[in-house]
């Protein structure tokens, strides 16, 4: 079994936190079911305007909306572009030709584009 990047929800834009919530960050829904991430389901968010990393788990939240909770909203600002990043377990065999989900967003986090595919850089 291999840990394989299972979905990606490519440069969101994170629109509060709050520190005074349990835990999580809350993703809109529709976000979530493009990406095939379950409430509850652990992630792991990357901070690109400061190059922070956690993992947590993800609640659903109304259209739009990316909020960092609890803890990790000392490592975010209102504002920034992260990553949020789903794995899951996959057979050796399956794993050479695996592809994950991928959803790119805009500066309100609506949906532009969605792949199987992280196409290689051309240098």
């Given amino acids: 079994m291999r840990i394989m990047l299972k979905s990606k929800i490519h440069r969101a834009h994170v629109t509060e936190t709050n520190i005074n919530y349990e835990g999580s960050i809350t993703v809109d829904k529709k976000l979530m079911e493009e990406a095939d991430i379950l409430p509850?389901?652990?992630?792991?968010?990357?901070?690109?305007?400061?190059?922070?990393?956690?993992?947590?788990?993800?609640?659903?939240?109304?259209?739009?909306?990316?909020c960092i909770n609890g803890a990790a909203a000392r490592l975010v600002t209102k504002e920034d572009t992260v990553i949020i990043l789903s794995y899951c377990h996959v057979d050796d065999s399956e794993a050479r030709n695996y592809a994950p989900k991928l959803v790119y967003v805009d500066a309100q986090n609506a949906i532009t584009e969605t792949?199987?595919?992280?196409?290689?850089?051309?240098?």
Wanted: charge should be negative; charged fraction near 25%; hydrophobic fraction near 40%.
């Fill in 40 to 66: 509850y389901e652990q992630v792991q968010v990357l901070d690109i305007s400061n190059g922070a990393r956690f993992t947590t788990y993800a609640i659903e939240g109304e259209c739009g909306e990316i």
């Fill in 115 to 123: 792949k199987r595919a992280v196409e290689a850089l051309l240098l």
